[in-house]
């Protein structure tokens, strides 16, 4: 009788959600392209990322995002504020930024807050590549089916890409979306 109970308590909690891990916390360190999820004091998985697609260039300079098209990724803490889904990628987490310090540290340098930005995603791959690399790819006589394919075999695996998000594979995303709920806090480190 012991036993059933045991097997019916796991059974209730399995359904519940209980046995979901939970993460309290995400940790990006930009210089390693490497996205921590943790779960209280462990380190629960480990993912590799792709960043802005200016690091690809030997002079860009990283530093914390300061403005709108400065394909910088934030720097401080955050908290992940909308799970999206059905954007320009399949699934998204939406994070906070501009913060309140984001947006005092513009006031302070000068900069209107409507030209901070927003919109920093952790993400995977599009849903189709950007349409100015497509329209160059056709005047070429590439075919747009083949501009997606190459981007996905031989692009996004292997260079940063993205305009200031964090970047995971598809697979990843959808693990990471899973297990990831709103308000769950984010710190990125340069």
């Known amino acids: 009788m012991k036993k059933v109970c045991t097997l019916i308590t796991l059974l209730i909690l399995s359904f519940s959600g209980f046995a979901k891990d939970k993460i309290t916390q995400i940790v990006v360190l930009k210089d390693k392209r490497e996205?921590?999820?943790?779960?209280?004091?462990?380190i629960y998985k480990v993912y590799n990322i792709?960043?802005?697609?200016?690091?690809?260039n030997p002079l860009f300079r990283a530093h914390e995002k300061r403005r709108e098209g400065?394909?910088?990724?934030?720097?401080?803490?955050?908290?992940i504020s909308k799970k999206r889904?059905?954007?320009?990628?399949?699934?998204?987490?939406?994070?906070?930024?501009?913060?309140?310090?984001?947006?005092?540290?513009?006031?302070?340098?000068g900069i209107p807050e409507d030209e901070i930005g927003g919109m920093i995603l952790i993400h995977g791959n599009p849903y189709?590549?950007?349409?100015?690399?497509?329209d160059y790819a056709a005047k070429l006589?590439?075919?747009?089916?083949?501009?997606e394919r190459w981007a996905r075999d031989y692009f996004y695996p292997f260079f940063d890409w993205t305009n200031g998000c964090v970047a995971v594979t598809d697979d990843e995303m959808?693990?990471?979306?899973?297990?990831?709920?709103?308000?769950?806090?984010?710190?990125?480190?340069?």
């Open 35 to 42: 996205m921590q999820l943790w779960s209280g004091k462990e």
């Open 50 to 56: 792709k960043l802005s697609i200016a690091y690809n």
């Open 70 to 79: 400065d394909n910088q990724t934030p720097v401080g803490f955050y908290k």
């Open 85 to 109: 889904q059905r954007t320009n990628f399949p699934k998204s987490l939406l994070i906070n930024y501009p913060n309140w310090k984001d947006k005092h540290n513009a006031k302070i340098r």
């Open 128 to 134: 189709r590549v950007n349409k100015t690399v497509r």
């Open 141 to 147: 006589g590439i075919e747009a089916d083949t501009v």
């Open 174 to 190: 959808d693990e990471i979306f899973e297990l990831v709920d709103k308000d769950t806090p984010i710190n990125i480190y340069p």
